[in-house]
């Protein structure tokens, strides 16, 4: 039997339920055997012919008072205005091809796929091995002098094998411990309102925009996502909460590896990954409930890094230019140099400039691009240092998470939360030893400057915050007698926008799958067929869900909305904001940062929620000028 290493960290991940779902009787499970292909995919960003050009075009197309003023461009046109000359890409298919190597130029002409052996990516790109501090190793690469000047960063080459981080997915830590069940014997509209869309729909005003007869229709959302899932599992919650549930709305693109590396490790057992990908499909498809889904699923078992996939994958779907709204709760790591990929070709800065070029590339094509700002408030990672989900990109909006009111017995105790306010939960379950709380991820980027839609805004560069939480070296402690802090910050502030994120007061999803058990005396797995229902919380839910409210809002437009951070900043600071702005100092924080009384922006909730119905005017009346 041979597993390759990816494999065993898939299977590390997956979710062994007891008790909890309906099971056949078990059966012995022998693991099919599995070899990681051989070829390796890498990508070359490519540098635009004018990055300032490229950056003020972006800007223009959500500028009612520029020319360009909606004036999206198509693939073909940004390589024209933007990207490499067709001789200049000729120039890196011959060089790459005198090493046995494919290239594939995504539409655009700013990146160039290159695939093979790892042993002909080592030679064509001259990659060595260098020591850059005490502990960590980069990729050095070499590529002849014309090219080199063209390149933003390689994605993907290694020297030595890479000692790859953990896939990180923006998840609620209380998703694979302890779930939550759904009632399923509601009635489809009281289980939506209760546990789906409808209770997105109703308390953010997208409901007064189904009423007017938007619902998607004709439109498409792209979903970023490192981990297949099954589509009878999306059908049936799309069933269940009373929207079509038609098989041709759910469309898969494999990016890396095919649909058989798919299927084989949804055979092993229900994973952590599995559940994101479902969800963010669930939920785009069921707030748009006549929008198709388009899952770009960028799977690897041979010796692509998680990073490569995920690039590859992302611009796989910017090029494709067919989904004008596109969502990921994923990311390769997180935003830290410290816990970068070891022995990467790309360090962290230059993998970041690559990302913003992709993503100013969907920005110039009318694409508005949603990404989760995470789960564990500042911390995405139990370190003392803060950090982030990777990316922190100004190009994104970057969704936080909220608690809506509730009152709840746990554990015995009684729990009140009487209004909305920033997701941080100490309350719910305080612990006397070292734990990992839940809260909405937001502070200050630690690689993009701050973008000029927020500079000079209401509390951006500002912060109160709460001292709470004290690093342990296997978590946090809560302070007994926590500091008030106030700081100013610089660089991009995050997330932009928030809504519903808390597992108290979360979202169902339904997977199947097995649960696998090992028998260590008989060297044997079983396997018990599982359909669970569960009921949770995080970013997750809401990125997936201000897309397909994106794909609501453009339902009714000839033109898409296209880069909403210019817009949203501005339509903030005017009258009769479309958001409610959650600016209270007490009992509103994600864990660190709390709102900034009489401020219009605050660290754990961006500019708040959205009123969508307002929102969707508020874009039309700059449409009309």
Known sequence: MKISKITLGILSSVIFLSGTAAASK??????????????????????????SELTGYAYDTVDPNSPNFHQYLTPDQVAEKFGRSSAEIGDFNQYLAKYHLKTSTYPGNLAVKVWGTKGNLVKAFNAKSIKVGAKNYRTKIKLPAKLSDQVVSVIGVYAKKPKTKKLHSSLNPSLPQSPTSANTDLNKTTFSKKYGALKFADRYQLNNLYAKGMTGQGQRIGVIMLSDFNKKDVLKYLSQVGVNADAGRINKVYTVDSAKTGGLLLSLGVSTAQIESTLDVNQSASVAPDANVDAYIGLSMGQTSSTSAYYTTFMKAVSDNQDKQLTTSFGPNVELKSNWEQNASSSMQDYNDAFNIMLEQAAVQGTTVFKASGDYGPRELALKSFNHVFSTSPYQVITG???????KIVDGKLVTVSKERAWGDTYSKPDTKPSVYAGSGGGFSLLNPTPRYQQGFSGINTFRAIDLLKYSKDGFLIQKHPRIIFGTGTGRNLPDVSANADNMTGYATYVSGNNLSYNKKAKRFSNHPVKLWTVNGGTSFVA?????????????????????NPQIYKFASEQDSPFNVLDDADNNNNLYYTGQPGKLYSQATGLGTINFDKLYSRFEAENAK
């Open 401 to 407: 998470g909220t608690t809506i009111p509730y009152t």
């Open 26 to 51: 078990a059966a012995s499970f022998k693991l099919p055997t599995m070899k990681g292909s051989n070829t390796v995919v890498a990508n070359i960003a490519l540098r635009p012919q004018n990055q």
């Open 544 to 564: 997936p869900q201000m897309a397909a409210a994106n794909a609501v809002m453009n339902s009714g437009r000839d033109t898409s909305l296209g880069f909403w």
